[in-house]
């Protein structure tokens, strides 16, 4: 018989903690057992971080390249809302005739939504300037940008519902581009208030840099083809780019300006003759108004006519038009580039001298050549000259004007802008139509010369100062 079992020796009792600390110290991660393991991961997690860090101050210091630090918060705010609504603009710009020739085939109808771009800049801009140098410039931007808020709105709800007609849509056009007039004068009197005058060179590259890249390059083949997508998308995205503009503007932080509370009764006219007559006593202003609306004559008619231009005489059909303002955009954004180191080396007198003999041959060029590669050319280099001299019109406009003239001045510079395109357009369809398509070029390169001789000494009138 087998005896009994022997008990088995009593096990020590292990605490809670004791237990604990032994999981502790035997850990599951063998990279943690393992000192070479654990040397080898921190060798590793330090490139990361090394990287992680001198990536971001790769990325601050182009941001600061591009956006210096000195020009302020207040100004990159502006900048994102212009650059927002600028692509905004350009993607209504194709979005609008196109749903206008979708909705109706009258010529007549079709020619009106072209009308509604350009003539309410010469029927309101005096007015829009008189508001912007007597109210509060920021509160005008939010008003004027949620009025077109509005406008869009209901045109998308027109859309959703099919209820779009001809008589509305061009209703809405019209209102948005009144709105437009009345924000972009206001906002063109920002910038000098918030960058100082050296500044403003640089200033007003980064602001059309984002009109070229955005409003004429991206947005319109954008625009096309959120059209394609239904007609409401184009027209909902430049809402949500309008509102998103009005919130950045809305945190820009302005000092004191406009109509005191002491001041007399506001005079409309007597304001308009204010800023007229102080333009007309200033010397490199009034050069500058005198040089665009002359060359905007010659420039208008040769331009209304470059659609059949690069179908008849380049031979390019329907893609012309757009092959060759697309390359005039690429010579725009070389300008951008270029802009800085030429200002640093030429006065803005001689550069307005250069660039308008540059137009000058520029419709020389075009007149002669039946080679789309030639005229591409032609075309690139115009394109920065384009960029070039436009911004330093507007520099040397803001560093001479006065605050309190700035938004009066600018409405005078914008009737000079739209009358010659107006004038000179009608000019360019006679002359195209009686004489061919290379006329207007022909017309527009005498005229140009002729100009460049007789504004040549007044163009040393314009410089750093």
Known sequence: MNGP????????????????????????????????????????????????????????????RVLPARLGTGFRRLLAASWLTNLGDGVAAAAGPLLIATLTRDPLMI????????????????????????????????????????????????????????ATALVALTLRSI??????????????????????????????????????????????????????????????????????????????????????KPDTVRELIAGFSWTIRHAAVRTLALTILIFNFTFGAAWSVLVLYTQQQLGLGAMGFGLMTTIGGIGGLIGTGLYGAITRRVSLGALMR?????????????ALTHSPWVAGGIFLAFGAHAFIWGTTSVTVRQRAVPHELQGRVGS???ICVYAGLVVGSLIGGVLATRFGVAAPFWFAFAGSAVFVVLLWRQLMLISHD
Request: hydrophobic residues 50%.
């Open 179 to 264: 709105a437009e007039v009345f924000a972009d004068n206001a906002t063109a009197t920002l910038t000098p208030m918030m960058v100082g005058k050296d500044d403003l060179v640089i200033a007003n590259a980064r602001l059309g840099t984002g009109f070229i890249t955005l409003n004429q390059l991206a947005g319109p083949p954008i625009g096309a083809a959120l059209f394609g997508l239904g007609f409401t998308w184009p027209f909902a995205g430049q809402l949500l780019m309008v509102v998103a503009g009005i919130v950045l503007v809305s945190r820009i932080t302005l000092p004191p300006h406009g109509r005191q509370t002491d001041d007399p």
């Open 111 to 166: 020619s009106l939504s072209a009308l509604v771009s350009w003539a309410p800049p010469l029927l309101f801009s005096l007015y829009a300037g008189v508001l912007s140098d007597r109210y509060n410039r920021r509160r005008i931007v939010l008003v004027a940008n949620a009025m077109r808020a509005v406008v869009l709105a209901a045109l998308v709800a027109l859309t959703v519902t099919g209820t779009v007609t001809v």
């Open 412 to 414: 005078v510079n914008s």
């Open 5 to 64: 079992e022997r008990p088995s020796p009593p096990q020590p009792v292990r605490s809670q903690a004791t237990l604990s600390a032994a999981t502790r110290t035997q850990p599951s991660d063998p990279l943690r057992r393992n000192p070479y393991a654990t040397a080898r991961r921190r060798e590793n997690a330090l490139p990361q971080l090394l990287a992680r860090t001198y990536g971001f101050a790769l990325v601050v210091t182009m941001v600061d």
């Open 354 to 366: 250069i660039g308008l003999v540059i137009e000058t041959f520029t419709h020389l060029g075009l």
